[in-house]
């Protein structure tokens, strides 16, 4: 096989990607005069991919407004939804409406933190306890070599979790309105390093990981404790909405949703919503988001209730929301752009980013979920999801 062409002095170029596309068709007979139209400047792409090549144009569409009566994010907005599944934007649309009839949904973030977990293994168990005890006393010094390499990270507290005579530590960082992966990797390596200096007694071996942070993949730790936001969207609906709009009542859904827990509890599913996962990788794609992430951020729990007065108490939390409005891939031409029809882009928006993604899941898990009970779901997906 022959080599990618790649230039050490200019490889984030226009010309540099029409040689790589000129490899590609000679190589393998594909033409991408499609992948090779974008609009910005290679350059900018720098430290978000190797060997630039071109472009994934994935169509967008607009659902909305949603109304959000959140901490910070206050009013309606437009959500930019980036798919390929027809009936996806209609079926948030439909849910949006009902939202706004209702008066709005509400939006609460109950934690915000990002982790690595290095892991210390020692001669024995005792020695793994007391090197526990050690950190403890020694956190403030930890803390401060840990936050000595980054203007924005803050190191919030470290858990502990044994096995034998291994400790894991879970450091918990606050990462401003970066995702925080490569920022507290970095900022975990430097304390660790601190650490080992010290010598510590019995350390037979020492990894920056070991499986435990379970970065971009689902862990039932970290749905308990929280990777990134922990978002609650809720919202109370009158009946009479629920029925005039949706031809469903609020006691069918509150059926419906009993027996979906159970159909997620007997599958080992991760989530006891619908399709969490639809909207929030529509929205990661569309705003330059780690799309990897939707592997814990798709993780949900449903609650309901029917009030005293016969409304339906409707909620949904979100508890690995990993989310970002600066850095990564939120810069990009066009995720830049997106970011902007809802004013998320750039510092002190990331909070109200997220709860615009947890009121857009709400929306979409009360669309799909009446769709099921109405017999709607697939005369839906006929009429808008045929493309053959």
Partial sequence: MNKIPRSKTSDYTDQQSEVRRDFVKENTGANLNHVGKYSFDPDMVKGNIEHFTGVAQIPIGLAGPVKVNGEYAQGEFYIPMATTEGTLVASYNRGMKIINLAGGVKTTILEDQIQ????????????????????????????????????????????????????????????????????????????????????????????????????????????LMSRGKRVVAEITIPSKILEENMRVSAKKMIKQRSLSTLGAYQSGSINTGSHSANGITAIFIATGQDVANVAESSAGYVFNEIMDNGDYYFSFTIPALIVATYGGGTGLATQKECLEIMDCFGSGKVKKFAEIVAATVLAGELSLNAAVISDEWVSSHEDYGRNR
Avoid at 151 to 157: H, T, W
């Fill in 116 to 223: 690595r977990a290095p892991l210390f293994v020692f001669n024995d168990a005792k020695l793994a306890r007391d090197f526990g005890e050690w950190v403890t006393a020694n956190f403030e010094t930890i803390k401060e070599k840990a936050e000595s390499t980054t203007s924005i990270g803050k190191l919030k507290s470290i858990e502990q979790y044994t096995v034998s005579k291994m400790r894991w530590l879970r450091f918990n960082f606050y990462t401003g309105d970066a995702a925080g992966q490569n920022m507290v990797t970095k900022a975990t390596r430097e304390a660790c390093q601190w650490m080992l200096a010290q010598n510590l007694p019995g350390l037979e071996h020492f990894t920056l990981a070991a499986n435990f942070d379970t970065d971009k993949k689902h862990s039932h730790l970290n749905t």
